[in-house]
């Protein structure tokens, strides 16, 4: 009986010091896992660095975008332009080419003219 007495008291030690140890064991991982006001600090600036750049960016975009958008007017414009060039051109072409026939008319009315005076 004082055996078992003795078994019993060494048990309940035994298992008091593995409670212990196993207690400890969860204060420290606890303790090591929770954020320090530091920590919190560091991840607020952090975060507070993204959220500007993130900023910066969007405010880059737009104005990229504002670029875009007004080299595309410019170029739809000088479009326009090379078009209205272009008819002129066309037309001045067309003016041209009419004179031209006329002037030939004429230079062969003035030969035809001339070859009749020079037959008299």
Do not use: H, W
């Amino acid at each position: 009986m004082v055996k078992q007495t003795e078994k019993k008291g060494a048990n309940y030690m035994m298992k008091k010091s593995l409670l212990m140890i196993t207690v400890m064991l969860a204060l420290a991982i606890a303790l090591g896992g929770c954020a320090t006001k530091g920590d919190l600090e560091q991840v607020r600036a952090r975060e507070m660095a993204i959220s500007a750049k993130a900023d910066q960016a969007a405010i880059d975009a737009q104005a990229a975008k504002a670029a875009a958008d007004e080299a595309l007017l410019k170029a739809n414009e000088a479009t326009v332009r090379a078009e209205e060039a272009e008819k002129r051109a066309e037309e001045r072409e067309r003016i041209a080419a009419e004179k031209e026939r006329i002037a030939e008319e004429k230079t062969k009315q003035a030969e035809a003219v001339f070859q009749k005076s020079m037959k008299k």
